[in-house]
């Protein structure tokens, strides 16, 4: 690998173990300010909210500025974020702020890696960027508890600057000053993040001009009769799965009597199994297999209801390691199907952009779903027996769409296949 493509992902694996850690962060400032409880499955929503409003320009914007400069801006977005929620912003507007930084990032973060590299390695760059997000979630989630827990908090707080006020007065707070730094640790990385010989894309002139073209590939992509499944599967995985690592913790609390910093632990271990049933589904799975995981969405569905009777740790843990596992199972091989589709059709760049749309979305949907039955005064079990209830039932009609398809449209279907399995890409 080029020397290049290992500070890309230093400052990928720093960026995202501090969005990871932000959360966990803002969680604990919600609570310690008292605020409504439907304010914290907020937090999700409003994280996805610009990927949604900005998916057709920052593609676009991407492609017009060298990359290395697109994610120095991006972290620094995320640092002003950080700054509105420590000295008095409102914390979801702060976090929506940071996942502006993050949509601008995500097209940038994968766009330099086919201007570095040669294709015959991109399939192992892509696998260390997935495995590093993994490891930063993870991480992240769980240095977020222990930030604002009992034993690393009052050594935050005890740090203090001759002469000035620093205004750091609650463990939420310190925590969110130590993302900071690591905000600034990976903008640093980006700094020297190569200039590659690529030709820069002017933007277009007229916005509608993006809009009418991410509007076309975007159509494009739901009319293909195995990408429509690939991409319906894949957008409620994701958008399913960005919110549970925010229901674990109201459900910790209301099962189990977990404080922020062990729920955080909790979480942690979803995506033990998320990484776990990756690993299995990439070592098993064939890409013209990849529709027989489907019934693994419903199984999802399922498993999150069966949270609501869980009591005790020593079972939630296998538990949520199991509901984790089906899920990475699920995604790996439908996302590998939807990537080959998205390529044949339109190309990876604008299919990234598609598939961040709808997923993120879906993540928008379903968070102010749950958020909505928590502000009507919905108990975390209710809410979550609702959510289990939803998802399970969408991938039933998926099952049923894609068997359909299979019936009705049998020819095409066969051909798609045919093409997956002689693709060596």
């Known amino acids: 690998m080029k020397k290049g493509f290992y500070t890309i992902m230093s400052a990928q694996f720093f960026s995202s173990l501090a969005d990871n850690a932000l959360l966990v ?3 604990e400032l919600l609570r310690h300010a008292q605020a409504p409880a439907w304010q914290i499955p907020a937090l ?3 994280f996805a909210l610009f990927y949604v409003v900005l998916a057709p320009f920052v593609g676009a914007f991407a492609d017009a500025v060298p990359k290395g400069r697109v994610m120095f801006v991006s972290n620094s977005i995320k640092v002003v974020g950080c700054l509105m929620m420590l000295f ?4 979801l507007l702060a976090y929506a702020v940071v996942g502006l930084g993050a949509a601008a990032y995500s097209p940038a973060k994968y766009g330099i890696l086919t201007e570095l590299l040669p294709p015959s390695q991109l ?8 495995g590093l997000t993994i490891a930063s979630v993870i991480l992240g989630i769980v240095l977020g508890g222990q930030l604002v827990g009992p034993k690393l908090s009052p050594v935050l707080l005890g740090f203090d600057l001759p002469g000035f006020d620093t205004g750091v007065d609650t463990a939420p707070e310190a925590a969110i000053a130590v993302m900071v730094g690591i905000y600034i640790l990976a903008a640093v990385f980006n700094l020297y993040i190569p200039r590659t ?7 277009a002139g007229n916005p509608l001009t993006l809009l009418r073209d991410f509007t076309d590939c975007n159509a494009r992509l739901w009319r293909d009769k195995l990408g429509q499944i690939s991409l319906a599967t894949t957008t409620v995985f994701w958008g399913f799965g960005g919110n549970l690592r925010i229901i674990v913790f109201p459900w910790a609390a209301a099962a189990l009597g977990y404080t922020t910093t062990q729920a955080s632990n909790l979480a942690g271990v979803v995506s033990v199994g998320v990484a776990a049933g990756a690993v299995w589904a990439s070592a098993r799975m064939r890409l013209d ?3 027989g995981v489907i019934p693994l969405g419903i199984a999802m569905g399922l498993l999150t209801i069966g949270l609501n009777g869980i009591r005790d740790i020593w079972v939630a843990v296998p538990f949520l390691l199991l509901l984790g596992a089906a899920g990475g199972y699920l995604v790996v091989p439908m996302n590998a199907l939807l990537q080959h589709r998205g390529h044949n059709l339109m190309g990876a760049g604008r299919s990234i952009a598609v598939q961040n749309f709808n997923e993120q979305a879906c993540i928008l949907a379903i968070g102010a779903f749950y958020t909505g039955l928590t502000k009507l005064g919905f108990s975390a079990f209710i809410a979550i027996a609702a959510l289990g209830t939803v998802v ?3 991938m039933l009609v998926i099952r049923q769409w894609h068997q359909r398809n299979l019936v009705e449209h049998r020819d095409e279907v066969e051909r798609l296949l045919a093409i997956a399995r002689s693709d060596k890409h």
Not at 88 to 91: F, K, N, R, T
Not at 123 to 130: P, Q, S, T
Not at 197 to 203: E, G, W
């Open 25 to 27: 962060a803002a969680i």
């Open 44 to 46: 999700t929503p409003m």
């Open 88 to 91: 008095g912003g409102h914390p």
């Open 123 to 130: 399939v192992k760059a892509n696998g260390w960027i997935e």
């Open 197 to 203: 010989d690529a030709t820069l894309q002017p933007l």
């Open 289 to 291: 297999k990849a529709t």
């Open 392 to 394: 399970a039932g969408t």
